[in-house]
């Protein structure tokens, strides 16, 4: 899953790029209005946290600018105690949630994770093919109860075709997701992953739609 952090406080952009990294999360980040607007216009995020007190140019009118060009990724803004009437301004123009400055790192990511799985009609943070079950909250896979070791690249390919089980991801659609815009992208290196994947979670479960892309499945509903 990948996700834009555009926050204009250097330190805080940095904690949170750390800790939403280390959750298993592609970030982009930015640090101010216009940059920002600019990434959500061409980059395909599945989540955006969204500061609004930014220079250049301020939170509510980068907001206003993605909904008014059609963007519908889940949009958590981050506001300023002191600001009720921005938090209201901000979910009347189309933000999905709001996390209130200061606040404890724990909630935001219960946050971002409760928006994503709404956004891929989740409503839990454990995912669950078959017995193949994924632990967004803390990171674990287990199959049939014995746990798989994957590195974070891995992790991502297999959170991301969790989150959209059942349909056809295409090769270029997991590219863009598991790598951050300044990554040097190759595409080639998905079919090595899922290679990888179907050696640690079992061949079957996803399959190569020639041409299109991967789908991950329940083997006992292909029997």
Request: proline letters at 3%; charged letters at 30%.
């Amino acid at each position: 899953m990948r996700v834009l952090v555009v926050e204009d406080d250097k330190n805080l952009r940095e904690q949170l790029a750390s800790a939403l990294t280390d959750a298993g999360y592609t970030i982009d980040s930015a640090a101010d209005g216009e940059e920002g607007q600019f990434l959500g216009e061409t980059e395909p995020y599945d989540l955006v946290i969204l500061d609004l007190g930014l220079p250049k140019v301020d939170g509510l009118s980068v907001l206003k600018a993605w909904r008014k060009e059609g963007k519908t990724m889940p949009v958590l803004i981050l506001s300023a105690r002191d600001r009720w009437s921005e938090k209201v301004e901000g979910l009347d123009l189309g933000a999905n949630d709001y996390v209130t400055k200061p606040f404890h790192m724990a909630e935001l990511l219960a946050r971002v994770r409760a928006n994503v799985r709404r956004q891929t009609d989740h409503q839990s943070s454990v995912l669950e093919v078959g017995d193949l079950r994924l632990n967004s909250a803390t990171g674990q896979v287990t199959v049939n109860g014995a746990p798989v070791k994957l590195t974070a690249y891995q992790y991502k390919v297999l959170d991301y075709l969790m989150h959209h089980a059942g349909r056809i991801v295409s090769r270029t659609e997991l590219t863009e997701k598991i790598y951050s815009q300044d990554h040097e992208r190759d595409s080639n290196t998905i079919e090595v992953f899922i290679g990888i994947l179907r050696r640690k979670i079992g061949t079957a479960r996803i399959i190569t739609e020639k041409g299109l892309g991967y789908r991950l499945i329940d083997p006992a509903d292909a029997q």
